[in-house]
């Protein structure tokens, strides 16, 4: 037990660097919330006295922390792994004001404070190259097989869990160039898995204003909660906006701001069904 008061400690984070092996040490905030969701895998917390000074371990532990934070997908739990980034992403999702839309397509500023908007539309970019990264950086076929066959069964893990912005993201990820290239990891990937890739691909198809996906997510939404893909409806507002001329014979087009305002509407209520945590 500590016998001093606990004004007398800080909480602290050593962080390793993998490319350096280095330790990178910072003190926190006294008052700081949700500490298990900021710890990245290749950090941890100690508690330091103010009057330390110099390193809280040895930098013979950069290893050990390094091999603690060395996690593949394959290892992980995926129906978990969906259901934790549906949680997440469906969060940044609900927390998104009808406001931000219209900012985002006039090009307003504001002291709005987080744009949960902008923290939305990374999710794709964020989560398609979690994939790219993953499976490029495995120099083994034979682990870079279980990366592939892994990424497939999330990606259908979230259609079924309505949570198509993730889908999307993962099937972007394994459609990229850099990993379609990958022909003899390709050759070993089992057919059904390659079946299964296929038919969400499909989902994808920009055909016919991407009737495919549109029928899914309908339908889909009327069972429960879903995440609709972003970049689908950054698209419709944006037709919608430059289709529409913002004045008729010198007076503001109402009937324009009244098409985004319905469009938007429709958008928000995906998030009025939440997942079960």
């Known amino acids: 037990a ?9 909480l602290c984070q050593i962080v390793t660097d993998s490319e350096t092996k280095t330790l990178q040490q910072k003190r926190l905030p006294d008052m700081l919330d949700r500490l298990p969701e900021r710890l990245p895998l290749n950090a941890r917390y100690y508690i330091k006295p103010h009057n330390q000074t110099g390193s809280l371990v040895q930098e013979d532990a950069v290893d050990e922390i390094l091999r603690e934070g060395a996690v593949h997908v394959t290892q992980l739990d995926l129906n978990e792994l969906v259901r934790q980034l549906t949680l997440s992403d469906f969060e940044t999702f609900r927390k998104i004001e009808p406001e931000e839309y219209i900012r985002d397509l006039f090009g307003c500023q504001g002291d709005v404070g987080v744009n949960h908007l902008a ?9 398609m190259f979690w994939v790219t990264t ?20 999330m990606a259908r893990l979230c259609q079924r869990a309505g949570n198509f912005n993730t889908m999307f993201a993962l099937v972007s990820g394994l459609g990229h160039r850099c990993v379609q290239r990958l022909k003899t990891t390709w050759d070993r990937v089992p057919s059904k898995y390659v079946r299964t890739f296929e038919t969400l691909q499909r989902l994808m198809d920009p055909t016919r204003n991407m ?12 069972r429960g909660p879903v995440i609709p893909f972003f970049p689908v409806i950054k698209k419709d507002l944006m037709v919608l906006y430059l289709t529409n001329d913002s004045k008729v014979n010198g007076l503001i087009n109402f ?23």
């Open 134 to 153: 993953e499976v490029c950086r495995e120099t083994r076929v034979r682990n870079r097989v279980k990366i592939v066959k892994s990424f497939i069964k």
């Open 255 to 277: 009937e324009k701001l009244r098409k985004l305002s319905k469009e938007i509407r429709r958008v928000a209520r995906y998030a009025t069904k939440a997942y079960d945590p």
């Open 119 to 127: 923290e939305f539309a990374d999710v794709v970019n964020r989560e």
């Open 2 to 10: 500590l016998q001093e008061s606990s004004g007398d400690y800080g």
């Open 211 to 222: 009737i495919k996906y549109r029928t899914a997510i309908n339908v889909e939404s009327r």
